[in-house]
């Protein structure tokens, strides 16, 4: 009797038969660091499966979901000189050299730039402009080349953006100018804004140039806000995507499966509404000043109002709106005549079809660009020279 009237006076932690112990932290870091690495043994394994037995999945076909955006570059024949970009949904291909697409020849820099001369940190000395844009600033078709003789093209037609390069560095022979195309076909006033907030610190331009338009107004089964999302968590999930084929085909079963379960009925949009459009270039004017540069915007070119009259209402109402603000705003605005509905039918030869201009007319807007700078004295000490159209 006394033997259990001793055991039960003993404290509770003193009966324990097997007394825990707790673990140290190295012990808690190493099981720690043991799941995590067997979780990322599993991923492996998944890839190496995945790329094994499954097939390739070109990011680009995930990320450009819509029709008309498909149609513009992600078709087979389009997307030669296209890849997936997690920011922007597309971009150009890397280091291409005298590629043919569409009736265009062009070269890529590593940066995806078109143009072959590496781009990098600007160098002291150097005066750098950036030309930011669409296919129009891109030069599409400038110059044009045929499929079947891909070498034989005349080499003086060039995009206003290196023609701009070219007259500035013949009248500067002691000063390197760079004109840089920060274009590509089938972007919005949408992918230009996140484009340069992402890129403008590394580039610093002197100047900016800026021209959206057709693509914005452009219809579309969503809206750029909705299909082109840039929130960080969203272009992080693109990022895997386009760095994992695990992922890729992950999301490409949930979009079918998704797709499946839903019916619903399209009613086409304007990609960027024309009130986004010109808080879009708002903000990307504030953007350019904010960093040091100066910037002129450039009213999207269109040729006639008979082709497709609903679609130039469209163009018209956009242009005159963003007029309308530049004034307001004291932002330079340059608009060219020529390039516009008003000027039809004496406008063609200034374009190769309905919205882009043609070597002549790359070359008027490298004039006129030209007369801006020299009158409003945007080029600080360089001499800026006359170009005839």
């Given at each position: 009797m006394s033997l259990i009237v001793h055991f039960m006076s003993k404290p509770a932690e003193q009966r324990s038969a097997t007394p825990s112990r707790k673990l140290t932290l190295k012990r808690r870091l190493l099981y720690s660091a043991l799941v995590y690495l067997g979780f990322v043994l599993l991923l492996v394994v998944v890839e190496l499966a995945t790329r094994l037995t499954?097939?390739?999945?070109?990011?680009?076909?995930?990320?450009?979901?819509?029709r008309q955006q498909t149609a513009q570059v992600a078709t087979s024949e389009k997307s030669v000189i296209f890849e997936g970009d997690p920011l922007l949904l597309w971009r150009l291909k890397a280091n291409l050299r005298d590629a043919v697409w569409d009736f265009t020849v062009l070269s890529t820099n590593a940066e995806h730039f078109r143009g072959s001369r590496p781009l990098g940190s600007k160098q002291p000395g150097v005066?750098?402009?950036?030309?930011?844009?669409?296919?129009?600033?891109?030069?599409y078709r400038v110059p044009v080349?045929?499929?079947?003789?891909?070498?034989?093209?005349?080499?003086?037609?060039?995009?206003?953006?290196?023609?701009?390069e070219k007259e500035l560095q013949v009248a500067n022979p002691g000063r390197r100018i760079e004109a840089v195309v920060m274009a590509v076909p089938g972007y919005t006033?949408?992918?230009?804004?996140?484009?340069?907030?992402?890129?403008i610190q590394w580039l610093q331009p002197d100047l900016v140039t800026i021209s959206f338009g057709w693509n914005d107004a452009s219809f579309s089964d969503a809206p750029d806000r909705e299909v082109i999302r840039t929130d960080w968590y969203v272009v992080a999930a693109r990022w895997l995507v386009n760095h994992s084929q695990a992922f890729a085909h992950a999301m490409k079963w949930f979009r079918e499966l998704k797709g499946t379960s839903q019916s619903q009925v399209i009613r086409p949009v304007p990609r960027v509404a024309k009130s986004e459009y010109l808080r879009n270039f708002e903000e990307m004017v504030e953007l350019v000043q904010a960093n040091g540069a100066r910037a002129i915007v450039i009213a999207a070119p269109y040729r006639d109002a008979v082709t497709n009259p609903p679609e130039a209402s469209l163009m018209t109402e956009y242009r005159e709106s963003l007029s309308?603000?530049?004034?307001?705003?004291?932002?330079?605005?340059?608009e060219i005549r020529e390039l516009t509905e008003s000027a039809h039918p004496s406008n063609a030869g200034w374009f190769g079809e309905l919205i882009h201009p043609n070597?002549?007319?790359?070359?008027?807007i490298t004039s006129e660009l030209l007369t801006q700078f020299r009158t409003r004295q945007m080029l600080k000490d360089i001499t800026v020279p006359n170009l005839t159209p």
């Open positions: 499954l097939p390739h999945i070109n990011s680009l076909e995930l990320f450009v979901s819509t005066f750098r402009i950036l030309c930011v844009g669409d296919s129009v600033t891109f030069g080349v045929w499929p079947d003789k891909p070498n034989e093209y005349d080499r003086n037609w060039l995009p206003y953006p290196m023609m701009l006033s949408h992918q230009g804004l996140a484009w340069l907030r992402r890129d309308d603000w530049a004034e307001h705003a004291k932002i330079p605005f340059l070597h002549m007319g790359h070359r008027l």
